[in-house]
């Protein structure tokens, strides 16, 4: 049973994060002439990528969630702040 929440929890994760990003795309696209293109650009990137922020962060959490606390934060916060440090 708590499979099925996790897979349903997952889906909804990636709809939403999906549907936000369409959107957001659609809008940078439309008022693009309005933009600088560096802006429009970077905004696109941001759109694009927020599918798998989404994704990254939510198993994330679901790991920390089922007490594996060190396979969660070792790529968010030691190997992060520590590309960040060199």
């Known amino acids: 049973m708590a499979l099925g929440f996790i897979m349903l929890g997952a889906k ?3 709809a939403a994060a999906l549907v936000i990003s369409l959107i957001g795309i659609l809008l940078v696209t ?3 002439h309005e933009l600088d293109p560096e802006l429009a650009g970077s905004l696109l ?3 694009a990528t927020l599918p ?3 994704v990254y962060l939510a198993g994330g959490g679901l790991v920390r ?3 594996a606390l060190i396979s969660a934060l070792l790529p968010e916060r030691i190997v992060r702040d520590g590309l960040v440090l060199t």
Do not use: H, N, Y
């Open 12 to 14: 909804a994760c990636i």
């Open 30 to 32: 439309q008022e693009a």
């Open 45 to 47: 990137i941001g759109m």
């Open 52 to 54: 798998l922020v989404t």
């Open 65 to 67: 969630a089922f007490e």
